[in-house]
T-cell receptor, first 110, second 114 residues
Framework: GQQVMQIPQYQHVQEGEDFTTYCNSS?????IQWYKQRPGGHPVFLIQ?????EVKKQKRLTFQFGEAKKNSSLHITATQTTDVGTYFC??????????FGDGTTLTVKP | KAGVTQTPRYLIKTRGQQVTLSCSPI?????VSWYQQTPGQGLQFLFE???????NKGNFPGRFSGRQFSNSRSEMNVSTLELGDSALYLC?????????????FGEGSRLTVL
């Protein structure tokens, strides 16, 4: 199927440590999206990557799209307690369907 | 501008009943997608409507249905409720007609089936 697999499922870090979540697909992706869902909240769009090898930064967050467009990563530098939540990657088709990974749940110990 | 609005936010039903959930998208958005979120299954795509037509459908039984009105508001219905239907149902809107697939999610409707 056209699934995207995310690892790890859970990640617990000490505040100030870095965090990375990975998203992998067996097929070439036309794009990859990242969303964040805070505990008790709803997913919020972070970014969309479309180009091979693309790297985008948002403050302490760095998003990468693999050269083969089959994988992506989200890296957070020096985590803060506000980074707590579940991070989802999703593939989107122009037919209006998004397929989400199972997410990586990040907890941060102050 | 106003975000995506879902009603009701919480509801409790019993097995065998049916439920209707409503979603009002962001003004100007013509695409509305529905997702079921459960702790064990993550975000599962139900269906997507664009300009009153179902454009995509996920792998859910026929008990799950939806529709979209001319003002882009959407409803989803679940008939003959089962315990396993207990979940957070999320609606997301997008412009739907560009290559930018950013989804704007509502707060969700949390359904509990007893």
């Amino acid at each position: 199927g056209q699934q995207v697999m995310q690892i790890p499922q859970y990640q617990h870090v000490q505040e100030g440590e870095d965090f990375t979540t990975y998203c992998n697909s067996s097929t070439t992706l036309s794009n990859i999206q990242w969303y964040k869902q805070r505990p008790g909240g709803h997913p919020v769009f972070l970014i969309q990557l479309v180009k091979s090898g693309e790297v985008k930064k948002q403050k302490r967050l760095t998003f990468q799209f693999g050269e083969a467009k089959k994988n992506s990563s989200l890296h957070i530098t020096a985590t803060q307690t506000t980074d707590v939540g579940t991070y989802f990657c999703a593939r989107w088709t122009n037919a209006g369907k998004s397929t989400f990974g199972d997410g990586t749940t990040l907890t941060v110990k102050p | 501008k106003a975000g995506v609005t879902q009603t009701p936010r919480y509801l409790i039903k019993t097995r065998g009943q049916q439920v209707t959930l409503s979603c009002s998208p962001i003004s100007g958005h013509r695409s509305v997608s529905w997702y079921q979120q459960t702790p064990g299954q993550g975000l599962q795509f139900l269906f997507e409507y664009f300009s009153e037509t179902q454009r995509n459908k996920g792998n859910f039984p026929g008990r799950f249905s939806g529709r979209q009105f001319s003002n882009s508001r959407s409803e989803m219905n679940v008939s003959t409720l089962e315990l396993g239907d207990s979940a957070l149902y999320l609606c997301a809107s997008s412009r739907g007609d560009t290559n930018t697939g950013e989804l704007f999610f509502g707060e969700g409707s949390r359904l509990t089936v007893l």
